[in-house]
Every structure is written in C-alpha cells, then in structure tokens.
C-alpha cells in the first residue's frame, strides 16, 4: 500500500509569492495534519483536518490555510511568503480524528519549501 | 502547557556502543508518548510509542518507558548499528477539543561510525 505521499517535494519561491503544497493520504484515513519543520527544529503543528472540517489550528497567521477534499487529500496555502517560512513542510495521516493512542500519525516525506 | 525537553546533540558513537537519549516532558492528564526517527532527506517514522505509565515500548532494538514519577521516556539501546544514523524526535500527543496533535522535542541527531 502506498504511504503519505506529497508534492511537490522541493520548491523555491521569493517573497511575497503564493504557495499550494499537496498531501493524499494513506488509503482509508481520513485524518490529515500539517506540520512545519524548520531547520534544526522538532515539527510544529499548523493543522489537522477530518472528513472535511477544521478540527485544529496551531499557532500560525493568517497567511496559512488549508482544506481537505472528499477524497481526504488537503492542500496547504501559504499567502505573502517571508524568508522564515523556508521549512519542510510535513503531512501526517491517520484512520480517526482523535485515535492516536491506537492510529498513529503516519508521516510523508515532506515538501522543501525555500524562499529567497 | 505541554511540551517535550530532549538532550542535545549531535552525538556521534561507535557501532555496537550503548545509546541513550533523554526525554522528559510537561503536560496535563496522561498523554501518549513517542519516538519518531528521521532518516536523511525523509519524513518522519513512528519508532516505538507508550500510552500509559510503566508501558514500555519497544522496537528494532530500541526501547523506551513511561515513567510519570519522573516525567520521562527515554530512548536506549544496547548496541546501535551504522543505519541507525538518524534524527530522533521524542513526542506526545495532545488532544485539544476535537483535534489532536503530537507536540514534538528539538531531536537530536546521531550518527554512528563502524
């Protein structure tokens, strides 16, 4: 079965530039999360999505957004890009919205997002 | 709040030495615990997760125990190899309303030499 995949995997944009970054998940789940990994840091969450709502915001401006589709695959929007936004950027999937004690957060291998 | 204090690194061992990395963490109620390994230029893999006090969890070697007298899980292993050359991210999860999200340590990496 395939696991989280992601696209793009690398991308450089300047600033004040747009951004979509892609997430499908594994087949059956129905959860997805966002996290930012900046460099030499543990991921910090942004979001967490399940059957198509908002469940979770991180502490993270207005610049991000995100949405998932019927099919449980999510974007995330990042507007007026800053230098600090450079960062992998991570999406997790699991079967339920709150079952991580028995459905962990299965990981992608994450967008390279930077910004010149 | 909740938040998760690793060891710093980077450390770098022989091959067959012993490995532990501290983790203690700060949170309210009981969370689960666990450890995901970044390999060079991946995402992130679950390693090995507790989800109540004493459980210990245990996986390619490693292991770790809740202990919640001492707010800690640490990481060991009795003899790393080569490919255990990785980033280790100590983690809890933290459920807020109808949301969940893990709340990760800084990680530390390690690299063992043959």
């Known amino acids: 079965d395939a696991g989280v995949t992601q696209s793009p995997t690398h991308l450089i944009k300047t600033r004040g530039q747009h951004v979509t970054l892609r997430c499908s998940p594994i087949?059956?789940?129905?959860?997805v999360s966002w996290y930012q990994q900046v460099l030499g840091q543990g991921p910090q969450f942004i979001f967490q999505?399940?059957?198509?709502?908002?469940?979770g915001r991180g502490n993270f401006p207005d610049r991000f957004s995100a949405r998932q589709f019927p099919n449980y695959s999510s974007e995330l929007n990042v507007n007026a890009l800053l230098l600090g936004d450079s960062a992998l950027y991570l999406c997790?999937?699991?079967?339920?919205?709150?079952?991580?004690?028995?459905?962990?957060?299965?990981f992608g291998d994450g967008t390279r997002l930077s910004i010149l | 709040g909740n938040s998760v204090t690793q060891m710093e690194g980077p450390v770098t061992l022989s091959e067959e030495a012993f490995l532990t990395i501290n983790c203690t963490y700060t949170a309210t109620g009981y969370p689960s615990l666990f450890w995901y390994v970044q390999y060079p230029g991946e995402g992130l893999q679950l390693l090995l997760k507790?989800?109540?006090?004493?459980d210990k969890g245990s996986n390619k070697g490693f292991e770790a125990t809740y202990r919640k007298e001492t707010t800690s899980f640490h990481l060991e292993k009795g003899s790393v190899q080569v490919s255990d050359s990785a980033v280790y991210f100590c983690a809890l999860n933290r459920r807020e309303g109808g949301s969940e999200k893990l709340v990760f340590g800084k990680g530390m990496k390690l690299t063992v030499n043959p």
């Open positions: 997790a999937s699991s079967s339920t919205g709150t079952g991580g004690l028995n459905q962990p957060q299965h």
């Open positions: 507790a989800t109540k006090a004493d």
């Open positions: 999505y399940y059957e198509k709502e908002e469940r």
């Open positions: 087949s059956g789940h129905k959860s």
